[in-house]
């Protein structure tokens, strides 16, 4: 984001500042075919194409902007997401396309993916995306059983995805698939749908997300909590016994295939947001800001809402996002980033409850949940906000 105000320094540590910076651009695309039954995202159903071709050209104007920002070798990935990008007509990709190649992006040299819904694909659109560059493909699978997508308001059904994963399987050397577990009350056997994936087009990475109720009348209920953890473990061994690692609490790939615009977001790097409803982080000043959640404001006058935050807000969020990984929190960029040592924030009683028993570990580099530990993730991290509280009060001032 171009930053109009000046660049404070809310965190410290000059080499923080100064450092080369990892970037990444989101590229949000609100617009989708219909609204599926659970979903929670920012996305409309436009009534005409008009609004499409008008957004998408803001877009552009405003990606040819931040791409003169990115010092060059610091862009690693280009992510497009939404809503559904696929819906988007050709003159859009080629434009992105044309604009990346006139800014000298080396495309191949970074992660570009897009998402899509395997209902809007043929072979066509996905020549198109490779054509621009486009080397990772995710696709919003969500299910392998027909009844379960009727219920989620998918469009694809086992069929269009008999019909397309094993095309986009052969044109892209990076494959990811999105899945819902959790949803509904209807069983379900997730062994079952991962295999028949698997022997259809085996992905590289999959994310796994835990169905979470929206809040409207009409939304599908959630499955039992015995259920859940039902899921979550066949979920598990189908993906350990192709050997798969659990990367991130919902995200697993084979090895090498992690994904490098998710990573951005959990190891505190920069990311450029663009588009209506779409987020951006500034690490070296501490600002967040976000477009907000308007088609029509974003191609009227694209306009973030800049937001400052505190330092405990700070790093309560470095926190939270590092130990969702299987890494868990970088000790050292903490207290280069804080100027505090983390094992100074730590009670005896966070010690006692998580280290003692085995939930979390702590080495000389990282404070990191274990297996275990996973499943009390958001337990240990509001131990960790509660040190983290209580640490900023006693040193107040
Ligand atoms: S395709 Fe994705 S963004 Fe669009 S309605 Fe369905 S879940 Fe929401």
């Known amino acids: 984001m171009l930053l109009r105000e000046g660049r404070g320094v809310p965190i410290r540590g000059d080499e923080v ?75 859009f990709f080629t434009a992105l396309g044309a604009a990346l190649r006139n800014a000298g992006i080396a495309v191949p040299a970074i992660e570009f993916t897009v998402e899509a819904n395997p209902a809007d694909l043929s072979a066509r659109s996905l020549d198109l995306f490779a054509a621009i560059g486009v080397n990772r493909l995710s696709l919003g699978v969500q299910a392998a059983d027909d009844a379960v997508l009727a219920a989620m308001g998918r469009r694809a059904t086992r069929a269009t995805l008999k019909k397309i994963l094993p095309t986009a399987r052969e044109k892209f050397g990076d494959l990811s698939y999105d899945i819902i577990y959790g949803f509904g009350k209807r069983p379900r056997d997730l062994t079952a749908e991962l295999a028949w994936l698997f ?94 959640d308007s088609v029509a404001a974003f191609i009227r006058r694209p306009s973030p809402i800049v937001e400052r935050l505190p330092r405990e807000t700070l790093m309560r969020e470095f926190v939270m996002l590092a130990l969702r990984t299987a890494e868990g929190v970088p000790l050292d960029k903490f207290s280069k980033i804080f100027g505090i040592s983390f094992s100074e924030l730590l009670s005896p009683v966070t010690r006692a409850r998580f280290l003692d028993t085995g939930y979390a570990t702590l080495s000389a580099t990282r404070l990191r949940a274990t297996r275990s530990g996973f499943s009390f993730l958001n337990t240990l991290t509001a131990a960790l906000f509660d040190d983290i509280e209580r640490h900023e009060r006693v040193h107040a001032g």
Not at 20 to 39: D, E, M, N
Not at 258 to 266: A, P, T
Request: hydrophobic share 35%; with cysteine.
């Open 17 to 91: 500042k100064t450092a080369r910076a990892a970037t990444g651009i989101y590229i949000h695309v609100p617009f989708c075919v219909s609204r599926c039954t659970y979903c929670d995202f920012f996305s409309t159903v436009p009534e005409d194409d008009a609004i499409k071709a008008a957004y998408g050209a803001r877009v552009i104007a405003l990606l040819e902007r931040e791409l003169g920002t990115v010092r060059s070798g610091d862009l690693v990935s280009l992510y497009l997401g939404g809503g559904s990008p696929s819906t988007m007509p050709p003159s």
């Open 199 to 292: 022997d259809l087009a085996a992905p590289d990475h999959l994310s796994a997300y835990c169905y979470t109720r929206p809040h409207r009348r009409g939304a599908p209920p959630v499955a039992s909590e015995d259920t859940v953890v039902e899921e979550e473990e066949a979920i598990a061994r189908s993906l350990t016994a192709r050997r798969f690692s659990r990367y991130e609490v919902s995200n697993w790939s084979r090895r090498g295939f992690e994904s490098v615009h998710n990573r951005l977001y959990w190891s505190w790097d920069r990311y450029i947001g663009i588009g209506a409803g779409a987020h951006g982080f500034e690490p070296r000043d501490g600002i967040r800001y976000r477009y907000p």
